[in-house]
């Protein structure tokens, strides 16, 4: 008998839009190759224009199916924005599943959707927020993946809104089945979940209206865990910034201290570690008295 994956229309259901971990990598890595150095500019909304539109168009279908015409069983659910730099998209989905040894099949809508000009894209979203493809997709899902950036609070935007409160209603949010990347730049933002964004007015009508349909518990809990999840890692973020800085400290004296070092080094016949360290003991004395002299060891 078949299972109950073999009777789904791949062309039509959205739980089997999803790319694997290594079709994204590949993407990625034919990207770089073709901008250069122009890769690490290059935002979610700028590749959708340039690369993704072109091929979805050439293929008549979305990325996704181009790739798995038969489907791939939607894993996770990646919440992101496009404003996004790709770079950091990628480099956030390798942390959050570095640990796994198996690597989930994800729905990241600018994969998994057909896109195209307004109509296109009009069609398979200008439905309930039930029926949409977004929806289908998280009630699918095993694993929510919330990807933040440094660009955009991603919960300033209606849809990661939407699907927040979605996840939560299906149980996704919290535990092991809740995978939070990307940098806490927005961590001490205090936006409601009615403070969203929207580019399509309409949108804006329907998804307000969404959020409205809750409860004032339910959006008290929503705002609340829009909170933690913006402020998630904020202690790693603070040592990595105190890391930095002493790094950048480190690399300040490095770069005042060059000229002397080279020259020591070039004279020291081997013995360059212990002439380094002993000028550098002596370096504030040095510079009070006005002099810069080589150490004598090794001259």
Not at 20 to 34: R, V
Request: aromatic residues 10%; positive net charge.
């Amino acid at each position: 008998m078949p299972s109950a994956s073999t009777l789904r229309d791949p062309a039509t259901d959205p739980s089997m839009w999803a790319i694997s971990y290594k079709q994204l990598e590949d993407f990625a890595k034919e990207l770089k190759k073709k901008w250069g150095g122009a890769y690490s500019l290059l935002t979610m909304r700028d590749i959708v224009a340039m690369e993704i539109r072109p091929h979805c168009a050439k293929h008549r279908c979305s990325y996704a199916l181009s790739k798995n015409p038969q489907g791939r069983r939607v894993a996770a659910f990646v919440t992101h924005c496009w404003d996004e730099l790709f770079e950091q998209f990628l480099l956030a989905i390798q942390s959050m599943t570095g640990h796994m040894k198996n690597k989930p099949d994800m729905f990241i809508c600018s994969f998994s959707l057909l896109q195209g000009d307004a109509a296109t894209v009009a069609a398979q979203v200008d439905v309930s927020i039930d029926a949409s493809p977004f929806v289908s997709a998280l009630k699918q899902a095993d694993l929510f993946m919330a990807v933040r950036n440094s660009v955009v609070d991603i919960y300033s935007r209606g849809w990661c809104i939407v699907e927040i409160i979605t996840a939560m209603q299906l149980g996704l949010v919290g535990g092991h089945r809740t995978l939070i990347g990307g940098p806490d730049t927005f961590a001490s933002s205090s936006g409601s979940c009615f403070d969203f964004r929207c580019y399509d007015k309409r949108d804006r009508i329907k998804l307000l209206r969404y959020i409205l349909d809750r409860s004032e518990d339910d959006i008290d809990k929503v705002d609340s865990m829009i909170s933690e999840f913006r402020s998630f890692g904020d202690d790693s973020r603070r040592m990595a910034a105190e890391a930095a800085a002493a790094e950048a400290a480190a690399a300040a004296v490095r770069q005042r201290w060059r000229p002397f070092l080279v020259d020591v080094r070039s004279r020291c016949c081997g013995r360059w570690r212990s002439c380094r360290g002993h000028y550098l003991g002596h370096a504030k004395k040095e510079e009070q008295d006005g002099r810069v002299r080589l150490c004598a060891v090794g001259l």
